[in-house]
């Protein structure tokens, strides 16, 4: 398949993207439903060549590409006021972002010293 075909491709299928991608199917328990959410992602790239090794007029192609969905919560449907339940706490994402900055100063630091 050349790589002009692979890129159509993956042009196509993001296109079909629609709501089933992002929202899974509802979940039933206890008194609530829940509706699980995901964040989708596409990426592709191709690179190309011609030529050979020796004497060979071989042609070198390539390409590829991927996605996926990265979970991020779920929508909570209940008696209760509808909400949405992150996956991730922000307060320890920021935790683990600033303990990351905090060992890299220190880390610097002792390495000028």
Do not use: H
């Not at 790239?45 to 996926?68: I, L």
């Not at 909570?76 to 991730?88: A, C």
């Amino acid at each position: 398949m050349s790589s002009l075909a692979i890129l159509q491709s993956l042009k196509e299928s993001i296109l079909t993207a629609n709501v089933k991608s992002v929202y899974g199917e509802p979940i039933a328990a206890q008194g609530k439903t829940v509706i699980p959410v995901a964040k989708i992602i596409y990426g592709y790239g191709a690179g190309g060549g011609t030529g050979g090794v020796g004497e060979s007029s071989a042609r070198g192609e390539g390409s590829g590409g991927g996605g996926g969905a990265i979970p991020v919560g779920v929508i909570e449907v209940s008696d209760q006021p509808t909400r949405f339940v992150p996956i991730t706490s922000r307060k320890k994402l920021a935790g683990a972002i600033a303990m990351g900055i905090g060992v890299g100063i220190v880390l610097g630091w002792r390495r000028w010293r």
